[in-house]
């Protein structure tokens, strides 16, 4: 047999000559001292390509990229959403603490609702049922939380738990905003 | 269809969560900015093309199909943007299409350090140098060594990748071995 092309012995290196011509090269280097050291060649140069030398990329590369794919929020938004967290909480509060079930805008929407029908009518109920729901809770939770705390502690409770809850709702709202505008950006 | 991880976490990023496309770029960045740096070989310009991969990568992955290899697709999109960085700089570097390229054409000029000894040097400098002529040989045979090697692809992906026939690839590794064999020789890295 003919000595072996560089082809064929990289070929059987890597494994990409069928069984025969396999079988055939590796008598060949057998037997041919030539081809043997060749084949070692390549063989060594294989080994040498195949233990990359990987770069180490700067650390800061990862944090520049998310900070162009997720930039954070303007702080004044975050100002804002807590500014409004706060007024809601405290018109709720007020509103709910000294019972204004009474007053002009309830009376103005349920006298609305007597003299209208449809949607109007159903809306305006459904946010007196909320209302209702809202206020008895809120009653229970304070009569509750009066018998086992004095007065004071008991209000300031209920007032931080409002705050919390408002709180956590605006920050869910701009957590979804976020996500809803990342995925229009991608 | 079964997900593998590369696409479990793109399905995350694509639900706007932003630890998955972190992971995934963790995962990746290594043998990206190895590839590059090598292909353009300057650190600055390579940090700056990984991280333009990384943002394009995130802006057309609604774009991707699931029925592929993520890995694939996105050594696509890196072969591309640092090929488009090469041909605008062209005057930078070595022709994409020379050839004829002698060894000696190849080597007389560069700085592949040739003194002493390399018949002693051990295994791991061996490799440290083998390494070290790659970076110099032209790109249209480093650059498939480079996807061969660094990002361990097969011969048909890289054919996929570059857009060149499995027989061209295979033959541009092949010359490109010869290329390398040729010169450890003549550095005595080959005394077995």
Not at chain 2, 5 to 30: H, V
Request: hydrophobic share 45%; with cysteine; proline share 3%.
């Amino acid at each position: 047999m003919a000595c072996l092309s560089a082809e064929k012995i990289i070929a059987l290196d890597e494994g990409d000559l069928n069984a025969i011509e396999a079988s055939r090269s590796r008598d060949h280097l057998l037997l041919c001292p030539a081809c043997r050291l060749k084949a070692d060649h390549y063989r060594y140069l294989n080994q040498a390509l195949s233990r990359p030398m990987f770069s180490e990329p700067p650390a800061a590369m990862i944090p520049n990229v998310l900070q162009r794919l997720y930039p954070a929020l303007p702080r004044y938004t975050s100002v804002i959403a807590a500014i409004a967290a706060s007024l809601v909480f405290l018109i709720t509060w007020i509103y709910i603490y000294f019972d204004f079930s009474s007053s002009s805008l309830i009376q103005a929407l349920r006298l609305t609702a007597d003299g209208t029908s449809g949607w109007l009518v159903n809306t305006i109920k459904a946010i007196s049922a909320v209302y209702n729901a809202a206020q008895a809770a809120f009653k229970a939770g304070n009569a509750l939380l009066n018998m086992l705390l004095p007065a004071p502690l008991a209000t300031a409770v209920i007032a931080g738990s409002l705050l919390a809850c408002f709180s956590l709702l605006a920050f869910l709202f701009i957590g979804f905003m976020r996500k809803k505008v990342h995925a229009e950006k991608s | 269809m079964i997900l593998d991880e590369d696409q479990i976490l793109i399905k995350k990023t694509l639900r706007g969560e932003r630890s998955a496309y972190e992971e995934l770029m963790r995962k990746y960045e290594k043998k990206i900015f190895s590839f590059v740096i090598r292909m353009v070989r300057n650190e600055d310009v390579a940090v700056d093309l990984t991280q333009d991969f990384f943002f394009k990568i995130y802006t057309v992955m609604d774009k991707y199909n699931f029925e592929y290899k993520f890995s694939t697709w996105a050594y696509r999109i890196c072969y591309n943007l640092v090929i488009d960085h090469i041909r605008k700089n062209q005057s930078q570097v070595d022709s994409l299409d020379d050839d004829s390229i002698s060894p000696h054409e190849l080597f007389a000029s560069e700085n592949v350090s040739r003194e002493d000894g390399f018949k002693n040097l051990v295994r791991e400098e061996t490799r440290d140098y083998v390494w070290r002529v790659v970076d110099q040989i032209p790109l249209k045979f480093r650059e498939l060594i480079l996807l061969r090697y660094i990002q361990d692809l097969k011969y048909e992906e890289i054919a996929a990748i570059t857009s060149l026939p499995v027989g061209t690839v295979k033959n541009r590794i092949f010359k490109a071995k010869e290329l390398l064999k040729q010169e450890m020789e003549k550095d005595g890295m080959l005394v077995c």
